[in-house]
């Protein structure tokens, strides 16, 4: 049974960081893209990040690039993201996932498994 564990979430002023972790049990990650999707009360999950199994990212451009970065440590079958520079607008839940091939991905359809999510809030 696969799965995820976020965590580092939490509340934070504008401007500040956080570091998202997210643990994988029961698959090993390392040949498997991973992403990272938010979800603002009351809309639709978005895309923030993804990393290939050869660790090049893609990030959504028009919200989080230049501010946010991910990367994973296959030893701990775990990835991160770091959140630099936080607005208001980041406040969500985000959720980690377990891409179905080794090709980063902006799309939900190409990820398998979900974790729980874990709340940022960011306050003015």
């Known amino acids: 049974q696969v799965q995820l564990l976020e965590s580092g979430g939490g509340l934070v002023q504008a401007g500040g960081s956080l570091r998202l972790s997210c643990g994988v049990s029961?698959?090993?990650?390392?040949?498997?893209?991973m992403g990272w999707f938010r979800q603002a009360s009351g809309k639709e999950r978005d895309f923030v990040a993804s990393?290939?199994?050869?660790?090049?990212?893609?990030y959504n451009a028009d919200s989080v690039k230049g501010r946010f970065t991910m990367s994973r440590d296959n030893a701990l079958n775990t990835v991160y993201l770091q959140m630099d520079s936080l607005r208001p607008e980041d406040t969500a839940t985000y959720y980690c996932?377990?891409?179905?091939?080794?090709?980063?991905?902006?799309?939900?359809?190409?990820?398998?498994?979900w974790g729980q999510g874990t709340q940022v809030t960011v306050s003015s």
């Open positions: 029961g698959r090993t990650v390392s040949s498997y893209s």
């Open positions: 990393i290939a199994s050869s660790g090049a990212t893609i």
């Open positions: 996932a377990v891409g179905r091939t080794s090709t980063a991905s902006g799309s939900s359809k190409n990820y398998d498994y």
